[in-house]
Every structure is written in structure tokens, then in C-alpha cells.
């Protein structure tokens, strides 16, 4: 294949930035796959009375930022979409990484809380351990409900006019549609990429 040719005959960095764009909110500037991060702790947290062999998997979680999470990302656009996210107003930013602190937060504190519960009771007072993990799951949702809007509505009073934020819509559905095009118009790969 063509090295400088990546997909659909269409140069690496035009395809990277459709990569970007189809991973980033258009509304926000931020990728949503961040916040899975935050739905793997939950997930962990709320399957561990019923399944206390995550338990390894589960204080094996750490917090990152989401500029440390696109930089290990194997995912297809992390750079683009880690540019996009650097390039975002920083008022908008910060509200944001508020709502990241607040889910830190409340994730670490809840692993204290299991792993104390673990180290005092052992498999004793299974009750009182799902009971817990039950409104640490409560609490982390509601609080991944908050950061979620943020990253699939953006803000009101992010420093974003509504002509800047049709247009930046308007691009993104123009390149899915040329992307859906181009899937079904043209062949995946011909003879020339061969060479």
C-alpha cells in the first residue's frame, strides 16, 4: 500500500482528522471515549459484591487526565482530538476538569472505602460491602451524568458563538456523508495500492 495513501486514496492526515472529528463531540470539542474510563470503576464497583474476583482489576484503576488518557490512546484520531481538546477556551476547559476531579475524587474515595471494608471484614458483612458499592455506583453515575452533558451538549457559557458551533456541526456531518460516500462509491483497495 501507498505509505502515503492511508484509506480510501484519501492522505494519512485528512483521514486522521475525519478519525478526530468522528471521536470528538462536535458540540463540546471533547471525546466521549474519556469518560469510559469513569464507566469501567462504576462497572467494577457495582459487579464486586457479586463478583469479588475484579477485586485485583478494580484497585488496579487509577485516575488520568484526559491529555495522559489520548496519549497512550491506541485509538485512531487520540492526537487530533487531544490537539482539538489543547485548542478549546480555557473557562470551558476548567469546567470540564472540574467535573474529572469531582469523578477522581469520588472514585479514589470509594476504593478507600472498599478496600478498608475488605481489610476489616475480609468476606464478612457481604451486605454491608454491596450496600456500599451500591451508593458508590449511585454517586459516580450521577456525577458521570454531569460530565457526560458537558462533553455531548458543551456549555452555555463557553466562550463559542452559535455560528461557530452550527458551523463545526455542519462539518462533521459533511465529512460522515463524504466518508459514507466514499465507503460505498469505491472500492477498498485497487491494484495502485498494491504498489
Not at 482489576?57 to 491529555?67: G, H, I, K, N, V
Not at 496519549?71 to 467535573?99: H, I, M, N, T, W
Request: proline share 4%.
Amino acid at each position: 500500500m501507498n505509505a502515503g495513501l492511508a484509506r480510501n486514496g484519501r492522505p494519512g492526515a485528512a483521514w486522521q482528522e475525519d478519525d478526530a472529528l468522528s471521536i470528538v463531540s462536535p458540540a463540546s470539542g471533547i471525546a466521549n471515549d474519556y469518560l469510559n474510563l469513569f464507566n469501567e470503576v462504576i462497572m467494577l464497583i457495582e459487579q464486586l459484591p457479586s463478583m469479588p474476583e475484579l477485586v485485583d482489576d478494580l484497585f488496579a484503576w487509577r485516575p488520568q487526565s484526559y491529555e495522559d488518557y489520548f496519549a497512550r490512546s491506541p485509538l485512531a484520531g487520540s492526537k487530533s482530538a487531544l490537539e482539538v481538546y489543547q485548542r478549546l477556551d480555557g473557562a470551558f476547559r476548567a469546567k470540564f476538569e472540574a467535573a474529572v476531579k469531582e469523578l477522581d475524587n469520588q472514585a479514589t474515595a470509594a476504593l478507600v472505602m472498599i478496600r478498608r471494608h475488605l481489610r476489616t471484614k475480609g468476606d464478612q458483612a457481604p451486605q454491608t460491602l454491596a450496600a456500599h458499592c451500591a451508593r458508590a455506583g449511585q454517586q459516580l453515575r450521577q456525577a458521570l451524568e454531569r460530565a457526560t452533558a458537558i462533553v455531548n451538549h458543551g456549555a452555555a457559557d463557553a466562550v463559542d458563538n452559535a455560528q461557530q458551533r452550527a458551523d463545526r456541526l455542519l462539518q462533521v456531518r459533511i465529512n460522515a456523508i463524504r466518508d459514507l460516500e466514499d465507503f460505498y462509491e469505491k472500492p477498498r483497495f485497487t491494484t495502485e495500492d498494491e504498489d
